[in-house]
């Protein structure tokens, strides 16, 4: 599975952006596709899953209540949503694909080549 992300860019604080992540391969509906960011200096970290096949989401606590995870299955694509954003969110996003849910990079086979965030101040 081939993924791509786009949507990124430079905000203003309390702002909102819509990232889109499609894949161009075979999904299954037991695979999960995850959001991760990485800020300057820092190491990667989750943000976001949702399965292929169901409703089922997961947030990290940071971006709980601010950012939403969805996909369109018949479009191949996942989407997140950020609203409420803060310079912290400052980071570039990444998404990735797993075979099962998990917050562990390790476990997402397929990555994306990401999207910078940008929030200013």
């Known amino acids: 599975v081939q993924l791509q992300a786009s949507g990124g860019g430079l905000v203003q604080a309390g702002g909102s952006l819509l990232l889109s992540c499609s894949a161009s391969g075979r999904t299954f509906s037991s695979h999960v596709m995850g959001w991760f960011r990485q800020a300057p200096g820092k190491e990667r970290e989750f943000v976001a899953a949702?399965?292929?096949?169901?409703?089922?989401?997961y947030y990290s606590d940071s971006v709980r209540g601010r950012f939403t995870i969805s996909r369109d299955s018949a479009k191949n694509t996942v989407y997140l949503q950020m609203n409420s954003l803060k310079p912290e969110d400052t980071a570039v996003y990444y998404c990735a694909k797993a075979n099962g849910y998990s917050t562990h990079e390790r476990e997402y086979r397929d990555w994306g080549q990401g999207t910078l965030v940008t929030v200013s101040s």
């Open positions: 949702i399965r292929w096949g169901g409703a089922r989401t």
